[in-house]
């Protein structure tokens, strides 16, 4: 199961502001809305602080991003995936 740091969840968003508009709230926990054209896509969140996020909320993060496995979201973290790649695997999905 993949570890996800909250600082890393920062840089995932950071990193779909490149494609998308990034509605952030902060209320304890750190909330994000996804929007594509104007649409609503996604949404999803973490706890705020430090340290790392617990597996079964990474795993929530996951399939709210639409990501199949561990690995898509790893190279998504890590760069080998780019933003404007995982707009098309979302198309190819057809959640776009």
């Known amino acids: 199961m993949l570890q996800l740091k909250k600082k890393e969840f920062k840089q995932i968003v950071n990193k779909l ?17 996804i929007f594509y054209e104007g649409k609503l896509i996604a949404g999803t969140k973490c706890s705020e602080g430090g340290g790392d996020i617990p597996p079964i909320i990474v795993q929530k993060i996951k399939k709210q991003l639409y990501l199949a496995n561990d690995n898509e979201l790893r190279d998504f973290k890590d760069c080998p995936l780019s933003c404007k790649e995982y707009v098309n695997l979302l198309k190819d999905r057809g959640v776009l």
């Open 17 to 33: 502001k490149d494609e998308f508009r990034i509605k952030e709230v902060h209320t304890g926990d750190y909330q994000i809305r």
